[in-house]
């Protein structure tokens, strides 16, 4: 999922770069108002740039959210993992308490050294 993720952000990064060579393209072009035919074809490039621009911003936001969700996910698992080990390990102390309790009472009940203290 991660490795899907950087091949996405490399995809963006060209093409936030192609935006930014077009975007100073345009800054080099001077419109005049009196020219229409120059405005209309600066306002067909300024919409298909703002359209790229929406679709590459969409694009970032499902890239995004798919990695929030494996993170997400990734986390439910780590906590399960580790509740689950938490349960393995007092079973696993509770069990060897008990055995040491019982084998020291039985010592000190059998012994007559210990009963003098």
Request: proline share 1%.
């Amino acid at each position: 999922m991660v490795r899907q993720y950087f091949i996405f952000s490399d995809t963006i990064l060209k093409a936030c770069v192609g935006l930014v060579a077009l975007l100073c393209a345009l800054g080099s072009v001077k419109v005049r108002a009196e020219d229409s035919s120059m405005t209309q074809d600066a306002q067909k490039v300024g919409h298909a740039t703002g359209e790229v621009v929406h679709n590459i911003g969409h694009d970032a936001k499902e890239a995004g959210l798919a990695v929030a969700h494996a993170a997400v996910r990734m986390g439910k698992d780590i906590g399960a993992a580790a509740k689950a080990g938490n349960k393995e390990f007092k079973h696993a102390v509770s069990d060897g308490s008990s055995r040491s309790t019982a084998a020291s009472g039985s010592a000190t009940q059998t012994s007559p050294a210990n009963s003098n203290k």
